[in-house]
C-alpha cells in the first residue's frame, strides 16, 4: 500500500467516520509532515486523541501506528522538494541539541544497515568485482560523492575501473561504449531517484554487464537491474539525506576487494609511496611549512 498510499487514503475518504476524516484529510495535505509526528503529535495537530490516530492506522491496514508512519515515510522519500526537506529537518531537530542527534541517528542507520545486510549479496558483489574484466561506477548527485570515492580506492586494488561522469544522458551512455558480459557495472541511488543513473543502469544491464546496485531499499527503482542488490539505511538529515550508512557500506567493499587483491594492493602502495617520497608530497613531523 506505501507506493500509493495517499491515493489509497483518498479512495476511502467516504468510508471514514467524521474523526478518521479529518486524519486523513491532514495525512493527504502534509504527509511530508506526518510522517515524522508522533501519534499523539498527530492527532494534537487535527484535535483528535493519540487512540483515535492509532485506529485510523489500524483501519487503513496497517499493523498499528509505527507501520502506518514507515509507509509515509517510504512514500514521501522520493517526492519531497529540498525545500520540504529543510522545513521538516527545521521541526524535527530545531537548534538544541543538534550535534548529538544527528550523530546518534547515523549510528543507528550504520546499525540498520548492518543486521539487515545480505552477507552472500556482499560476497558475491566483491566476487564480480575482482572477477571482472572492468569495473564502471556510477552515481548522480550527491550519489556521486560516493562513487568517486569508491573509484578513487578500488583503482588501488584493481586494474581497470573507470568512474562514469555524470554529465548528460549522451554523454553518459558514450563512456559505456565498451561495457560488456565480462564487465561490472556499479550502480548508486538514493532518493530522490536521478533519472540518467536508471537509464545507465539500464543499458549495462542491456549489455549483458552484472549490475550491482548500492540503494536504500527493495523497492528502489535500481533493484530490478541488480544482480547483487547491496542495502544501505539512508533517510532525511536535513535537506539532503544522510550518507553515513551508505559509506560505511562503500568502505567495507574497499576493504573486503583490497584484502582480496593484497598482492596487487600491497605493490600499487609500495610504488605510491616512493612517488609520494620523491615528491615530498607530505610534511613530515619535524618539518616547518
Not at 42 to 51: F, I, K, Q
Not at 170 to 178: A, D, K, M, V
Not at 278 to 283: F, H, I, R
Request: include cysteine; proline fraction near 2%; aromatic fraction near 8%.
Amino acid at each position: 500500500m506505501s507506493e500509493n498510499l495517499v491515493a489509497e487514503i483518498e479512495k476511502r475518504m467516504p468510508e471514514f467516520s467524521k474523526s478518521q476524516k479529518i486524519i486523513a484529510k491532514y495525512i493527504t495535505e502534509h504527509y511530508e509532515k506526518a510522517a515524522f509526528m508522533t501519534a499523539a503529535k498527530l492527532g494534537a495537530a487535527v484535535g483528535v486523541s493519540e487512540s483515535t490516530v492509532v485506529r485510523f492506522a489500524d483501519e487503513i491496514g496497517f499493523d498499528g501506528y509505527p507501520g502506518m508512519q514507515k509507509a509515509l515515510r517510504s512514500y514521501g522519500r522520493n517526492r519531497l522538494t529540498t525545500l520540504q526537506r529543510l522545513d521538516i529537518s527545521s521541526d524535527r531537530f530545531g537548534e538544541d541539541g543538534l550535534l548529538k542527534s544527528v550523530m546518534t541517528q547515523d549510528i543507528e542507520r550504520i546499525r540498520y544497515t548492518l543486521e539487515n545486510m545480505s552477507e552472500d549479496a556482499f560476497n558475491a558483489a566483491v566476487d564480480k568485482i575482482t572477477g571482472a574484466r572492468c569495473v564502471y561506477i556510477f552515481g548522480a548527485m550527491s550519489s556521486d560523492i560516493l562513487a568517486r570515492f569508491l573509484s578513487n580506492y578500488l583503482q588501488l586494488s584493481c586494474d581497470n575501473v573507470i568512474h562514469v561522469q555524470p554529465i548528460n544522458s549522451s554523454g553518459i551512455l558514450q563512456q559505456l561504449i565498451r561495457l560488456g558480459k565480462e564487465d561490472v557495472f556499479i550502480s548508486i541511488s538514493f532518493p530522490r531517484y536521478f533519472k540518467n543513473t536508471l537509464t545507465a543502469t539500464a543499458y549495462a544491464k542491456k549489455c549483458g554487464a552484472d549490475i550491482i546496485a548500492i540503494t536504500d531499499s527493495e523497492a528502489s527503482p535500481l533493484a530490478e537491474y541488480a544482480d547483487q542488490l547491496l542495502l544501505a539505511k539512508s533517510d532525511i538529515i536535513s535537506y539532503t539525506d544522510s550518507l553515513a550508512a551508505p559509506l560505511s557500506l562503500v568502505n567495507a567493499l574497499v576493504a573486503a576487494v583490497g584484502i582480496r587483491n593484497s598482492d596487487k594492493l600491497e605493490k600499487t602502495l609500495t610504488r605510491l609511496e616512493e612517488l609520494w617520497a620523491e615528491n615530498d608530497a607530505y610534511k613530515k613531523d619535524d618539518e616547518n611549512v
